[in-house]
């Protein structure tokens, strides 16, 4: 069965700390993996996506890491702001018969703090 | 910077309704998408659309459902017979390819009483 697993559910830190966000997936045929983030009552955006054969990839302060060998990818995000308070979305696409089909954790909470 | 817009925002509707939400992609894209998001869950995937067909569909999209692009702007979700249980934010993607990142549009409330 396709599935994506996210933790923690929930994170509270401190503005300007540093914070690690877990994805284990066991979907295929893996095609890529996406994060998001989504703001409470909007859509996500796109902050990275990688193939499987890339095992890092930046966007700012977000760098996402991903090992499809053992079907885990994290985001790490360096010196949080407050405006990075939202859910963190992690996306598996799998190659289907005619397209790709998409499929979601949960996702992360998480809540900075001043 | 363009953005995929979705109309209406909140849509009321009663069960057994039809209801058609809109949605106009990023003019340059080709891929289109719909997702649905139950309150409190996960974002589901719905179903992909490209060169005037769907591409791919996922199981939560039967007979129930449907999609068209009825002119160059414009990529609908068609719902027929409401029930209770597609209470849901739908929210319509586009992308410039299967592989690239995919834009969200701000979602449209739907609410079947």
């Known amino acids: 069965k396709n599935q994506v697993e996210q933790s923690p559910q929930s994170l509270i830190i401190l503005e300007g700390k540093n914070c690690t966000l877990q994805c284990n997936y066991t979907v295929s045929p893996f095609s890529n993996l996406r994060w998001y983030k989504q703001d409470t009552g909007r859509g996500p955006v796109s902050l990275t996506i990688m193939t499987f054969s890339e095992n890092t990839k930046s966007n700012g302060r977000y760098t996402a890491t991903l090992d499809a060998d053992t079907k885990q990818s994290s985001l790490h995000i360096t010196a949080s702001q407050l405006s990075d308070s939202a859910s963190y979305i992690c996306v598996v696409t799998v190659r289907a018969n005619t397209g790709n089909q998409f499929y979601f954790g949960t996702g992360t909470s998480l809540t900075v703090i001043p | 910077e363009p953005e995929v817009t979705q109309t209406p925002s909140h849509q009321v509707t009663q069960m057994g309704q039809e209801v058609i939400l809109r949605c106009v992609p990023i003019?340059?894209?080709?891929?289109f998408y719909w997702y649905r998001q139950i309150l409190g869950q996960k974002v589901e995937f719905l179903v992909s659309f490209y060169n005037n067909e769907i591409s791919e569909k996922s199981e939560i999209f039967d007979d129930q459902f449907s999609v068209e692009r009825p002119d160059g702007s414009n990529f609908t979700l068609k719902i027929r017979s409401t029930k209770l249980e597609d209470s849901a934010m739908y929210f319509c993607a586009s992308s410039r390819d299967d592989v690239y990142e995919q834009y969200f549009g701000p979602g449209t409330r739907l609410t079947v009483t």
């Open positions: 003019s340059n894209h080709l891929y």
